[in-house]
């Protein structure tokens, strides 16, 4: 069993930056390939970038490459990702979550499907 707790949202403005975290408890972190997803008010939730248990590859959509910055920290079994550039569409409920998939395909891990535990979600709000 993993916890995982969101934290660093809030309400900025458009061009803005912000770091969410996510500190993990349980069993041990960095065996757990980490992502985040967000879901915009009448949306699905969808990929936003995911970090592999080993750290050796890294996945983000398209909609924020260039501009997002998953990381994780196995010592402080966090998970990071630093949001710049920040545009109202990245208006959201941001969440965490790991999953056990040691493979890598990118078909399989930016599936929500994919991933056994959540956490709760912190709100990400861009002004314009």
């Known amino acids: 069993q993993v916890q995982l707790a969101e934290a660093g949202g809030g309400l900025v403005q458009a061009g803005d930056s912000l770091r969410l975290s996510c500190a993990a408890s349980?069993?041990?972190?960095?065996?757990?390939?980490m992502g985040w997803f967000r879901q915009a008010p009448g949306n699905d939730r969808e990929f936003v970038a995911a970090l592999r248990w080993n750290g050796s590859r890294i996945y983000y959509a398209d909609s924020v490459k260039g501009r997002f910055t998953i990381s994780r920290d196995n010592d402080k079994s966090t998970v990071y990702l630093q949001m710049n550039s920040l545009k109202p569409e990245d208006t959201a409920v941001y969440y965490c979550?790991?999953?056990?998939?040691?493979?890598?395909?990118?078909?399989?891990?930016?599936?929500?499907?994919?991933?056994?535990?959540w956490g709760q979600g912190t709100q990400v709000t861009v002004s314009s």
């Open positions: 349980g069993r041990t972190f960095n065996s757990y390939t």
């Open positions: 979550a790991a999953t056990d998939y040691m493979g890598v395909l990118r078909s399989t891990i930016v599936s929500e499907t994919a991933y056994r535990y």
